[in-house]
């Protein structure tokens, strides 16, 4: 199907610790890889995508990877601060959205 | 200041008693989409509208219809609200639909939470 999958749906972590959340995808014609962050109470916003002629992209602590031969991208955050805490979804093409992980970081 | 605008925010209703959210955004945005979203679930689209008086299914279309008549306007219909409607409903939007570029990066509205009794 068109779905996306998407791991942990929790994830704790101590403050300064690195989180890693990881998306797979069965369509491969799917190009567009967005992850969108949801603050408790607050709407979706997007932080970072990236397109599939390019492997990684960096912007400051957060970092997308995507490998087109598995299907499955990932979010990586480094130097986890309690401000990371929310829930973050992943998205592809057409805009279906993963089930959420649920970002914890204790300070 | 651009935005998309959900109207009510907050509603308790009745089974079988008809209502409609309005979504209403400022950014001249060709795309608007209507998600709901429940624990564990996600969001998954309910209706979508690539352009004025476009609108196509979405995932869980069972139980709504949409209109598109203007570019600014995407209400979402209930006309018979039942109890597994209660939900967390986002209508969000993007310069227009394209499937292979960056310009459908959502703006989300900020929520409408319908509690269907």
């Known amino acids: 199907g068109e779905n996306v999958e998407q791991h942990p749906s929790t994830l704790s972590v101590q403050e300064g610790d690195s989180a890693v959340i990881k998306c797979t995808y069965s369509?491969?014609?799917?190009?567009?890889f967005p992850w969108y962050k949801q603050e408790l109470g607050k709407r979706p916003q997007l932080i970072i995508d990236?397109?599939?002629?390019?492997g990684e992209k960096k912007d400051q602590r957060i970092a997308v990877t995507l490998n087109k031969t598995a299907k499955h991208f990932s979010l990586h955050i480094t130097e986890t601060q309690p401000e990371d805490s929310a829930v973050y979804f992943c998205?592809?093409?057409?805009?279906?959205f993963g089930a959420g992980t649920i970002l914890r970081v204790k300070s | 200041e651009a935005q998309v605008t959900q109207n009510p925010r907050y509603l308790i209703t009745v089974t079988g008693k008809k209502l409609t959210v309005t979504c209403s955004q400022n950014?001249?945005?060709?795309?608007m989409s209507w998600y709901r979203q429940d624990p564990g679930l996600g969001l998954r689209q309910i209706y979508y509208?690539?352009?004025?008086?476009?609108?196509d299914k979405g995932d869980v279309p069972e139980g709504y219809k949409v209109s598109r008549k203007e570019k600014r306007n995407f209400p979402l219909i209930l006309e018979s609200p039942s109890p597994n409607q209660t939900s967390l409903y986002f209508c969000a939007s993007s310069f227009k639909w394209a499937a292979y570029s960056g310009a459908n990066v959502l703006t989300f509205g900020a929520g409408s939470r319908l509690t269907v009794l």
């Open positions: 509208s690539m352009n004025v008086e476009v609108t």
């Open positions: 998205a592809r093409n057409k805009l279906v």
């Open positions: 369509d491969s014609a799917s190009n567009y």
């Open positions: 990236i397109r599939s002629n390019v």
């Open positions: 950014m001249n945005h060709e795309y």
